[in-house]
């Protein structure tokens, strides 16, 4: 899916401070967080990097607010990130995501739409592009106006309340102040009894989206957590493992019970049940999913990882329409609220190759992969770990990089469908953060000289240069990164690797996966040269800067497939199909056609699973004609380039690499 545009930042603006005595003894002591002007004339200096925390420990002194309640909050409505002083998908602005949508949608553009492959190798339905909504009028809780709150409460300038960070620290813990007020709760020093207040932040109009985000943000406080924002600012939340939230206050919250009758969701996310329709319209046409019998019929191997490219209600209009295709779920960008369209035991439209339909669950989440701090959430994040977790814990997906895919990461499925596959949830998607709520962190598993690395580069820190989020040829803003970039040699200069299956020039474009590799994927060593790696990739050598003081990856053990001794090279497949011999009477024999890449002599590959020959025949409304066609070949699935292939068990010998 395609990159959008991006929302300009809003000029920054003045002040007003309140008048009473006790804003005036606050305003003395926050001014100077608010980078005030020195009395003195002369250049500013730059900001301290502990000016935030400081910010927060003046704010939560000034409000009553336990300093760790304000900080957790924080934390999951921005990471303590402040973007710029840049509004989000709904409108908020700043560390505390204080939200004003008429703001934000007077300087916003509308975002571009991208579209959707039907079935890939099998695809029966049009393609459609998906329409685009404004940002803020997406269908989410009408929480659009906390800063005009949170100006009224504090005197400060709602100008102030969006560019300015601490300004922002200092309305949010006034919201929650106040939340606990209306509550009739104590403005107490013990974060435990702020459970309500923290639900009512969330601005969620249902209780189990309040309970899910305090939940969140009280097991950020027991944890606690440490992190450098985009600012450069120093943030520690200390861990305090024994807090208890009293959460018997959400029943005085007023918020309305959600329904989840037919979700297969934990029960700890928000779920509701939106229908994709199974149904005929026309010249034996059907749409817009196939009936299963999965896990029983065949294993689910798959999770995919999807992005929109469309907002929350233009998306749910088009997975309710029978014409178009489906996924299982969709995950809101504002709070990781998920609706289910597809049961596990279906087979949703959502891959562009078959056979990872056939195996896997798709999950859709609301945003465009060229603007993530607008709608990679935090919320959005962990509901969807929390899904992650449940699903694969409930069909025995393992938690890896070759299991847990991004559409980006899916094959073609033959060699003319290689170009038009989806390239989301692309650069920016926190994949290493993703696996930290997966409770599978990416670690080193082997020594410094293994044969075998997992990319794992510093999100924050690792920027590389993209082009074309808002135009061809444009350069994208700074940001950080899930992958690393691959040369031709041990050289930012030299060429970047080519993807042969494209048989186009590779780009640093936001959507060109031609010479990029992302966090948690591994590849064998092919050789190394000061502070930089070779790898195995695509059929040929290529080089990443990966400095000891600061690696893209970290060394791994796994098991390794190079071709069988007496052949130059092997076939590459983007599906691993079964042999003509396997159809029985009535199925047509699907051709077992190679890619354009293959696997030679000298090189080796990351093995990722051992899966069987497997064809989902599925061509008819009627049911009883569909079958799983399951052969005698084996195929092992490889990490081969960005994207996952096959490559059939009899061409390959199997070692293992610790």
């Known amino acids: 899916m395609r990159g959008s545009a991006t929302v300009p930042e809003p000029a920054p603006g003045g002040r007003r401070v309140r008048t009473t005595a006790g804003a005036l003894a606050a305003a003395a002591l926050l001014l100077p967080l608010l980078g005030a002007a020195p009395s003195v004339a002369g250049p500013a200096a730059p900001p301290a990097p502990d000016r935030l925390q400081r910010a927060f420990a003046a704010a939560a002194a000034e409000y009553h607010v336990p300093q760790s309640v304000l900080l957790g909050v924080s934390y999951l409505q921005s990471r303590w990130d402040a973007h710029g002083g840049a509004p989000s998908v709904t409108g908020g602005y700043g560390p505390m995501h204080l939200t004003d949508a008429r703001t934000a949608l007077a300087g916003a553009s509308h975002h571009g739409g991208g579209t959707e492959d039907p079935r890939g190798d099998d695809a029966r339905a049009p393609r459609r592009t998906r329409e685009a909504t404004p940002p803020a009028t997406n269908g989410l809780p009408a929480r659009l106006t906390t800063l005009r709150r949170a100006a009224e409460l504090t005197g400060l300038s709602p100008d102030a309340l969006r560019t300015d960070p601490a300004a922002n620290v200092s309305g949010g813990a006034a919201l929650l102040a106040a939340a606990q007020r209306e509550l009739g709760e104590p403005l107490s ?325 031609s010479s990029r590799v992302s966090t948690g994927q591994q590849f064998a060593v092919a050789d190394r040269w000061g502070d930089w790696t070779a790898i195995w990739y695509l059929g040929q050598k290529a080089w990443f800067h990966d400095p000891k003081k600061h690696p893209a990856a970290v060394p791994a053990s796994g098991r390794l497939v190079t071709p069988r001794a007496g052949l130059e090279s092997v076939p590459v497949y983007g599906r691993a199909y079964p042999e003509s011999a396997a159809y029985p009477a009535g199925v047509p024999a699907q051709a077992v056609s190679p890619l354009r890449y293959t696997l030679p002599k000298g090189q080796a590959y990351v093995v990722g699973d051992e899966v069987p020959g497997e064809y989902y025949y599925a061509v008819t409304f009627d049911e009883a004609s569909h079958r799983v066609v399951t052969g005698r070949d084996r195929y092992y699935e490889i990490q081969y380039g960005h994207r996952v292939a096959y490559v059939r068990a009899a061409d390959v010998t199997l070692t293992t690499a610790r």
């Open 189 to 513: 020093e013990d974060p435990a009894d702020w459970y309500g207040a923290v639900a009512r932040f969330s601005g969620a109009d249902d209780s189990a989206t309040a309970a899910a985000y305090a939940d969140d943000v009280y097991g950020v406080i027991r944890a606690g957590e440490r992190r450098t924002t985009d600012a450069g600012q120093r943030i520690t939340l200390a861990a305090r493992p024994d807090v208890v939230p009293d959460t018997a206050q959400l029943a005085h919250t007023g918020l309305r019970a959600a329904a989840s009758a037919g979700t297969e969701c934990p029960a700890s996310v928000s779920c509701e049940w939106i229908p994709a329709p199974y149904e005929e319209f026309g010249d034996g046409d059907y749409g817009n999913h196939d009936l299963g019998n999965r896990p029983a019929s065949q294993r689910i191997r798959y999770i995919v990882v999807h992005d929109t490219e469309g907002t929350w209600n233009g998306v749910l209009n088009m997975v309710q329409d029978p014409t178009y295709v489906s996924w299982n779920y969709t995950l809101r960008s504002t709070d990781g609220h998920i609706a289910q369209h597809v049961k596990a035991k279906d087979v949703a439209w959502h891959a562009g190759n078959w056979y990872v339909n056939a195996n896997s669950v798709g999950l859709e989440h609301e945003g465009f992969l060229a603007d993530p701090d607008a709608w990679y959430t935090e919320a959005m994040y962990r509901s969807s770990a929390r899904l992650v977790k449940y699903l694969a814990g409930k069909y025995d997906i393992p938690l890896d990089r070759q299991h847990i895919l991004g559409h980006d990461n899916v094959p073609g499925p033959t060699a003319s469908t290689v170009p038009g596959m989806h390239t989301d949830p692309g650069p920016y998607w926190d994949w290493r953060h993703y696996f930290q709520l997966l409770g599978r962190p990416i670690e080193p598993t082997a020594g410094k000289k293994a044969q075998l690395v997992t990319i794992r580069p510093d999100y924050d820190t690792n920027r590389p240069e993209y082009t074309g989020c808002t135009a061809a040829g444009t350069p994208c803003p700074a940001h950080g990164s899930s992958e690393v970039r691959l040369y031709t040699d041990h050289d930012v200069n030299a060429p970047l690797v080519e993807d042969v299956g494209l048989g186009t020039t590779p780009t640093t474009g936001v959507n060109d996966l």
